[in-house]
């Protein structure tokens, strides 16, 4: 049923509002988002406010995890439907800060977690996890959340999020719900309405190559060297789709892997046009062979 949320711009309001929640005895969740919300975000809210008794919902376009010559001015921002989509859920609370809200002048620390964020991502959006980082523990010390919400889709930026409230004492809990894909395959993305029809078509190879990768160690492969070949040579079949990287890699520190043991994480990053996509896969060889 749909209800009109409560939409806060500042962290005075966002900080009553949540401390009377509080006051009452509830669990609050926050899901920290960039708004163009779809399915994937949802799920996130939905899974919120099934396990906590306040869920508050954040939508700010952070500048500072994007580098020059990304899209952060061309960004979606539909912020109305954003809060449409929203009022079919029990959210209790909207935060949609202004820029000068989150970083007013002078504001100069920033949040470098280390290794984690270094590969991967960390080589094509260098300073993209320290924005992540930065914005995402400012977020907590706002909302002083007892569970965080995330999507599987961004594996690193989990691990990132992870590392930071280890290191720096924060103390939520943080969970990681499913990828949410289209019926196609591709994975749910704010990003997935830059393409054009055919460039859709073609960016499904990225999610179908791991598809394939998940099937190879289902049927018992575990070389990590076949499954990247058998990869590489389906994501070749789309030329106009340029691969940043695949991977098979170490669930926990990201460090490529020869064998997909109790368990490895597939990673892939394309550009499909002018647009960036990532993915991945959790690769569970099955007890039982
Ligand atoms: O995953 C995102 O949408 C963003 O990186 C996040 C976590 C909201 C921080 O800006």
Redesign the pocket.
Known sequence: MSHEIQTVSVPEELRSTIAAARRAGKRIGVV???GALHAGHLSLVEASCRECGFTVA?I?V?PT?FGPGEDFQRYPRPLANDLKLLSDYPVDLVFAPEQATMYPPGSTTFVDVGPVAEPWEGVHRPGHFRG?AT??LKLFNLVAPDVAW??QK?YQ?TLV?RQMVRDLDVPVEIRVCPTIREPDGLAMSSRNVYLSPTERRQAIVSSRSLRLAEHLVAAGERRTETLLARMQALLATEREVQVQYVAIVDPQTLAPVDEVGAGAVALIAAKVGATRLIDNVLLKPSLTR
């Open positions: 920290p988002t960039m954040t700010f952070n995890q992540v914005v995402v995330f999507g961004d930026q999020v």
